[in-house]
């Protein structure tokens, strides 16, 4: 078991959460929480990944064949999807902050502080 993938998966995850801690635009913050949302892409991954494993399809795999986890490949997949929507929808707000406020710098804006 190598741990090189998770020590991959921990710095695009800090990569991501020092741009979001760092940034000065909500664009920008929208871009960073994608980049540190997407290192569960590497880490689920690693976690289904068997070395000699073949595709998990089984009408033509004889028994004992190793495979990959299918339910793994399942999660990454619901998890881009999630991921492409929520990013979607932040985008969304964004703009409509940008529309009602004039700008997407978070110390801008006024209004929303309590």
């Given at each position: 078991?190598?741990?090189?993938?998770?020590?991959?998966?921990?710095?695009?995850?800090?990569?991501?959460?020092?741009?979001?801690?760092?940034?000065r635009d909500l664009v920008?913050?929208?871009?960073?929480?994608?980049v540190a949302q997407s290192?569960?892409?590497?880490?689920?991954?690693?976690?289904?990944?068997?070395?000699?494993?073949?595709?998990?399809?089984?009408?033509?795999?004889?028994?004992?064949?190793?495979?990959?986890?299918?339910?793994?490949?399942?999660?990454?997949?619901t998890d881009v999807v999630?991921?492409?929507?929520?990013?979607?929808?932040?985008?969304?707000?964004?703009?409509?902050?940008?529309?009602?406020?004039?700008?997407?710098?978070?110390?801008?804006?006024?209004?929303?502080?309590?």
């Amino acid at each position: 078991m190598s741990v090189l993938p998770y020590a991959i998966a921990g710095w695009i995850f800090l990569a991501g959460l020092y741009g979001l801690a760092t940034s000065r635009d909500l664009v920008h913050a929208v871009g960073c929480l994608s980049v540190a949302q997407s290192s569960t892409y590497v880490l689920l991954l690693a976690v289904g990944y068997r070395r000699g494993g073949t595709a998990p399809v089984f009408s033509d795999v004889k028994p004992g064949v190793r495979v990959v986890d299918p339910v793994v490949q399942a999660l990454a997949l619901t998890d881009v999807v999630v991921g492409a929507t929520v990013t979607a929808l932040l985008l969304a707000l964004v703009v409509q902050t940008a529309k009602r406020h004039g700008t997407v710098d978070p110390d801008e804006l006024f209004e929303l502080r309590g």
